[in-house]
């Protein structure tokens, strides 16, 4: 029988238990997306709270394109030996580091009159009012690089692996959804052509660090707008296709694409049955997860250890990762091992977003201008 608190492994990775923390963006970096000893300090408070792995904030693989201030930076090789002083504390302490890579897209509001802002096409994102400009196939292969040797750099730097984000509305995912990808190309059109991009910068991130780099991806499950955005079918053969590949994870999140989902105020967009639950992408994840042989790991709401022990023993699901509630309690996954009762304090307020850098509003006093 499988359990929560016991060794796995991902590609050669071992894994002290089955919780990973779920990319979290900080806003702890300084402004060209270099290491700070803030942000260091929220990695070593992760590997001390237990979590077998950390998936970092997302990393912004184009100088010229940061999507949000204060996120790292992966694009360039400057970033290289600090980032190894990073792993290598995290690593001291018992845990495995994984560095999320993403290019922003439309779906941002920082800096947007002052650099080059690429999408599959020239449509406006209604939410940030960025219309942004049709990528050709020279900037396709650009960013598809830019990918490869992000990922290339995250190895040097030590890290445990790299996680794709192709979801929450970020550039990949508007290139799954048709919404916003109206190209008659080769990159538009059919399902097929429009995932064609995430073969790509897998395929160049796979070239670039071998097959025993873990090399992972984080997608919607759907982006619940219907015909308008990637569905759960679509996802379902994408990911069936990545396992074919050997992409060795595959994280299950959920849109729709312009907005986090907010199943307890907002159920327009959001799958019915999810409203007011916890672990709320669980069904869709199962059905994934039992049709592909690549570890499949839930995001989303997880609030308590039976509600996951009941995933795991029923579903091919193999790991859950937490973001929220590890922003507010770093040490939840060490609490939770010595009492499975633990409830955390985390009261999905989303208030976690501040000027000074993200954190939990309870903390609020402690958090000081860097």
């Known amino acids: 029988m499988k359990q929560l608190f016991e060794k796995t492994s991902i590609n050669g990775l071992e894994l002290k238990n089955r919780f990973i923390r779920s990319a979290t963006w900080e806003r702890k970096a300084d402004d060209k997306g270099h290491l700070t000893e803030p942000l260091m300090k929220v990695y070593e408070d992760l590997a001390d709270g237990g979590a077998a792995a950390i998936i970092t904030g997302y990393a912004y693989v184009i100088e010229d394109e940061q999507p949000n201030p204060r996120m790292m930076g992966i694009y360039d090789d400057s970033f290289i030996n600090e980032y190894r002083q990073l792993t290598d504390s995290v690593h001291k302490k018992g845990s495995r580091i994984i560095l999320q890579i993403v290019y922003g897209g439309s779906f941002t509001w920082f800096n947007t009159s002052g650099r080059v802002i690429w999408g599959p096409s020239a449509v406006t994102n209604k939410i940030s009012n960025v219309t942004p ?22 190895k040097k730097s030590g890290f445990d692996g790299v996680e794709i984000h192709g979801a929450h509305s970020y550039l990949l995912n508007m290139f799954l959804t048709p919404l916003f990808n109206r190209r008659d190309d080769e990159y538009g059109g059919s399902s097929e052509n429009r995932a064609r991009i995430i073969h790509e910068v897998y395929d160049n991130a796979r070239s670039k660090t071998g097959k025993d780099f873990p090399i992972l991806i984080k997608l919607n499950c759907s982006d619940f707008m219907g015909d308008n955005g990637f569905t759960f079918e679509e996802c379902k053969t994408l990911c069936k296709n990545l396992a074919v590949k050997g992409i060795d994870a595959i994280e299950i999140s959920g849109g729709p694409v312009f907005r986090a989902p907010k199943p307890d105020k907002d159920p327009s967009n959001f799958p019915e049955e999810s409203i007011g639950k916890e672990s709320y992408f669980a069904a869709y994840a199962k059905e994934i997860a039992d049709s592909v042989d690549v570890p499949v790991i839930l995001v989303g709401g997880h609030r308590s250890i039976e509600r996951m022990e009941d995933i795991l023993q029923n579903s091919g699901i193999g790991y859950f990762s937490i973001s929220r509630p590890l922003l507010s309690e770093p040490d939840l996954i060490n609490k939770w091992e010595k009492d499975r009762s633990v409830k955390p304090r985390c009261t999905s307020c989303g208030k976690c977003f501040h000027d000074d850098g993200n954190g939990c509003i309870m903390d609020r006093e402690k958090i000081k201008p860097q």
């Open 133 to 154: 400009e049709e990528m050709t196939r020279d900037d396709i292969r650009t960013l598809t690089e830019a990918f490869g040797d992000a990922a290339l750099r995250a």
